[in-house]
């Protein structure tokens, strides 16, 4: 079993920069399994999106067009956090997100670990 824990939401004004973190604990061959870590975000009233994904062995990453150029993912190099800069903010980009983990080779849904999510609020 792997516990996934974000940290870094808040509130910033458009055009400005936030960045967030999400550390994977548990047992190391749990860890060890993974092989994508993804960034999702869910906006009231709207349907969890997958924002961002990163590969373990070689931090191949896919981002989906709304955040291209602005945001960027990362792993940390124990390979066991992952982080999502996110620059030049907008109001639509206000949701809770959620960092998650999976085992199989697609980096596409479904996901097998998340974590409790942060709040991301951007003002106009």
């Known amino acids: 079993q792997v516990q996934l824990v974000e940290s870094g939401g808040g509130l910033v004004q458009a055009g400005g920069s936030l960045s967030l973190s999400c550390a994977a604990s548990?047992?190391?061959?749990?860890?060890?399994?993974?092989?994508?870590f993804g960034w999702f975000r869910q906006a009231p009233g709207k349907e969890r999106e997958l924002v961002a994904t990163i590969r373990r062995s070689d931090d191949h990453t896919y981002y989906t067009d709304s955040v291209k150029d602005r945001f960027t993912i990362s792993n940390a190099k124990t390979k066991t956090a992952v982080y999502l800069q996110m620059n030049s903010l907008k109001p639509e980009d206000t949701a809770v997100y959620y960092c998650a983990a999976k085992i199989d080779s697609s980096p596409f849904p479904p996901y097998d670990y998340w974590g409790q999510g942060t709040q991301v609020t951007i003002s106009s």
């Open positions: 548990g047992r190391t061959f749990s860890i060890n399994a993974i092989n994508y």
